[in-house]
């Protein structure tokens, strides 16, 4: 039954109103607090970090080489040092560690770690020390920390960091996303803010319209942005980075390197550090990662299956991804014929209907958040412990993100990943990206045989793959340009067009 996808350890258990353990609970797990290798931490020496509570906030130690490290050897000003010990925060995360030295020295920095590691707070920290030792007056339309991100969600949650972690600083932060009115972002900019967080389409329409002047910016962050260029704002970085100063700090963070990360690092950041924590593409380790062989017209009904044990632990919060805006709308109907009471996050929403959902979902009162991937980077809520990939992502990347929602900050949780026939390409690119298969659950009850049959076959091996072309007939040719101009057709170009034949 699909009473096998969860563990005890995690409470996951009791999620779907468990009265035992599952089969693979006790297979050799380590007793808390867990202690777990960092497989690269930009340093010649492997080293290992054990969670600890600390005030409800979980936090990493370091022992060895970095066990006397803490935020108060950081250099950080007075004031941030306060909000810290107020957050309980005393031990920064290993990309903390590394990133906030070199950024005290001013030093341009890229920056690869896995989602739920305090990517944030890395950057955070080291630039409001900034602003606080220099103490410049607020120029109109203008700031000095600038700070980019791909979604509303993200920008939120960066711009609530900064206010956390700068309070009694005196600092104005300001959030600029598209969704929402131009009047509230207008009127702060035209007295000027010290930290600007913001989505690349919403900053050009507000520089467009004479609101935003580049000439202050001193600070340069692209948050996540390899999720930026998946979504088409290469061009949009670029416009905006052009215009700001040559002698700027300019800093990139991301969970993932592919090429197009680097052209831009090489691009914009000038003799860069490079920190990495845990390899490229690397899914978090305590999530446990589940399969689930299901065709296409019964996903639907897996879904409500897993789903009912959601209402019997309020304390349980489940993320489920959906592939299309009309199918995260559609997935939210079908649970409420269930008793599931869920909401849907997607590009569509009004950023009031996405944050009140959001905060449903932080406080309890909506145990199931149903989002697209518009929301993978943006979601940082604590308990998550389910995330299911109703649909494979398009992006194999986008698959490190989504399951990067549960297991933060040292937690544990579990990612369940629905696959049908039309998903085969999918699966296997995500495969390929992680470097590992993914565990299959035969024990839940649409599991198709036949559909695991088929994926070996079609690839050598699992997570290798190879194209499956379209087969031609024997006595096909292929027509010549003589022969397609005798068709009745002309060959033809277009201004920006690749040249094509096309219909006369």
Not at 186 to 213: E, I, N, S
Not at 224 to 246: C, N, W
């Amino acid at each position: 039954m699909i009473l096998h996808f969860v563990r005890s350890s995690v409470g996951i258990s009791s999620f779907f109103g468990l009265a035992e353990s599952p089969p693979w609970a006790s297979q050799n797990r380590p007793e808390s607090p867990a202690t777990i290798p960092t497989v690269e931490m930009g340093m010649d020496q492997v080293i290992h970090r054990t969670a600890v509570h600390s005030n409800n906030d979980l936090h990493f130690r370091i022992p060895g080489h970095h066990m006397n490290t803490t935020f108060k050897k950081l250099s950080l000003c007075t004031q941030i040092q306060e909000n810290l010990a107020q957050k309980g925060y005393e031990i920064p995360t290993p990309i903390q560690q590394q990133a906030i030295p070199h950024l005290l020295e001013k030093r341009d920095l890229l920056g690869c770690a896995q989602t739920g590691t305090g990517k944030t707070a890395a950057f955070a920290l080291p630039l409001l020390h900034h602003l606080s030792e220099e103490r410049v007056r607020r120029k109109p339309f203008t700031t000095r920390v600038l700070v980019l991100t791909p979604t509303r969600e993200l920008a939120v949650q960066v711009a609530e960091s900064f206010e956390t972690y700068g309070d009694g600083l005196g600092f104005k932060t300001l959030q600029v996303f598209g969704g929402v009115g131009f009047g509230p972002q207008k009127a702060a900019l035209r007295k000027g803010v010290d930290v600007l967080v913001a989505c690349p389409g919403r900053l050009l329409d507000l520089k467009k319209q004479g609101f935003y002047k580049a000439d202050g910016v001193k600070y340069f962050v692209l948050d996540e942005a390899d999720r930026m260029l998946d979504m088409g704002f290469s061009r949009e970085v670029q416009r905006i980075a052009a215009d700001i100063r040559k002698d700027r700090q300019t800093l990139l963070f991301s969970a993932t390197m592919p090429n197009s990360v680097m052209n831009l690092v090489n691009s914009l950041l000038t003799d860069p550090v490079e920190v990495k924590v845990n390899p490229v593409s690397s899914t978090a380790e305590k999530v446990e990662q589940r399969l689930c062989w299901v065709m296409k017209k019964e996903k639907r009904e897996l879904l409500k299956i897993l789903m009912k044990g959601q209402i019997q632990n309020r304390d349980s919060r489940c993320l489920v991804f959906s592939r299309t805006k009309h199918g995260a709308n559609r997935l939210v109907t079908d649970l409420a014929k269930v008793g599931v009471k869920s909401s849907a996050i997607h590009g569509n929403k009004s950023q009031g209907a996405r944050q009140r959902a959001l905060e449903g979902f932080k406080n309890g009162s909506l145990p199931v958040l149903v989002a697209t991937d518009v929301a993978a980077r943006g979601i940082d809520v604590k308990g998550v412990t389910l995330v299911v990939n109703f649909d494979m992502p398009v992006e194999p990347e986008a698959y490190v993100h989504r399951i990067g929602r549960t297991a933060r900050a040292g937690a544990e949780g579990m990612a369940i990943s629905f696959c049908c026939e039309e998903e085969f390409k999918e699966l296997r690119q995500v495969e390929r990206v992680i470097k590992q298969s993914i565990e299959v659950d035969y024990e839940q009850p649409r599991h198709a045989e036949t559909l695991e049959a088929q994926y070996k076959s079609k690839g050598v091996g699992r997570g290798v793959g190879v194209r499956q072309g379209k087969k031609r007939s024997p006595s096909y040719k292929p027509r010549s340009k003589a022969n397609y101009f005798r068709s009745g057709k002309k060959y033809h170009s277009k201004p920006g067009n690749k040249r094509r034949f096309a219909p006369a």
